[in-house]
């Protein structure tokens, strides 16, 4: 209780203290990459619930002859790379916390299409409402294995604490501030999960 309730003041003073640049970046990414402003998708959120996240866009809508999207390397652009960089496309996700959709420290919400995926142990990490910013994020976000990104999950889980809450929104900052593990070594973004090695030979 103790824990939603900071949620949605945080998130409504963040949104409050932040509506100049939310308006800005919005403006900013319908001049350069169209419209909707707004990416949304379907997640899974707590107990695998889905939901529609939003965030800022920050890809082309460009497809193949045979009207596929292209890679991400060539979808997303300049501008979506420097929102990225400054996480000001999870902006949005404030709304999504104060709805109770998400909180603003937890594992991030991934793909619907992964829930099939996870062993007992990775399932764990949907026991908490999705987060804006997370543990894993803060050592290692993009840059590290998905499995040990689980891991860490995990261990979110099993040790959650609102003074680990504050401690990881701290290096939350400072990692955002330094532009650190926005993607994994040769790739522009994460690679999909495919499963682990022992899920994978049930």
């Given at each position: 209780?103790?824990?939603?309730?900071?949620d949605?003041?945080?998130?409504?003073?963040?949104?409050?203290?932040?509506?100049?640049?939310?308006?800005?970046?919005?403006?900013?990414?319908?001049?350069?990459?169209?419209?909707?402003?707004?990416?949304?998708?379907?997640?899974?959120?707590?107990?695998?619930?889905?939901?529609?996240?939003?965030?800022?866009?920050?890809?082309?809508?460009?497809?193949?002859?045979?009207?596929?999207?292209?890679?991400?390397?060539?979808?997303?652009?300049?501008?979506?790379?420097?929102?990225?960089?400054?996480?000001?496309?999870?902006?949005?996700?404030l709304?999504?916390?104060?709805?109770?959709?998400?909180?603003?420290?937890?594992?991030?919400?991934?793909?619907?299409?992964?829930?099939?995926?996870?062993?007992?142990?990775?399932?764990?990490?949907?026991?908490?409402?999705?987060?804006?910013?997370?543990?894993?994020?803060?050592?290692?976000?993009?840059?590290i294995?998905?499995?040990?990104?689980?891991?860490?999950?995990?261990w979110?889980?099993?040790?959650?604490?609102?003074?680990?809450?504050f401690?990881?929104?701290?290096?939350t900052v400072?990692?955002?501030?330094?532009?650190d593990d926005?993607?994994?070594?040769?790739?522009?973004?994460?690679?999909?999960?495919?499963?682990?090695?022992?899920?994978?030979?049930?």
């Amino acid at each position: 209780m103790i824990k939603r309730l900071l949620d949605i003041v945080i998130a409504s003073i963040a949104l409050i203290l932040l509506s100049p640049v939310y308006f800005i970046v919005a403006r900013k990414v319908k001049k350069n990459l169209g419209s909707p402003v707004l990416f949304r998708q379907v997640r899974p959120g707590l107990h695998g619930k889905p939901f529609e996240m939003i965030k800022f866009r920050t890809m082309k809508d460009a497809v193949d002859a045979n009207s596929n999207p292209l890679p991400d390397s060539e979808r997303l652009t300049p501008f979506g790379k420097m929102l990225r960089a400054t996480s000001l496309d999870e902006m949005p996700e404030l709304w999504n916390v104060i709805k109770g959709d998400m909180s603003i420290v937890g594992p991030r919400p991934l793909l619907v299409e992964y829930l099939p995926l996870y062993n007992e142990e990775q399932a764990k990490r949907h026991h908490v409402r999705p987060g804006i910013t997370g543990y894993a994020q803060v050592n290692g976000r993009n840059a590290i294995s998905w499995e040990k990104k689980f891991e860490l999950d995990t261990w979110y889980v099993e040790n959650q604490s609102l003074w680990l809450d504050f401690k990881i929104m701290l290096k939350t900052v400072k990692k955002v501030l330094a532009k650190d593990d926005i993607s994994a070594e040769g790739e522009v973004t994460m690679s999909k999960f495919t499963g682990t090695v022992e899920h994978k030979n049930d």
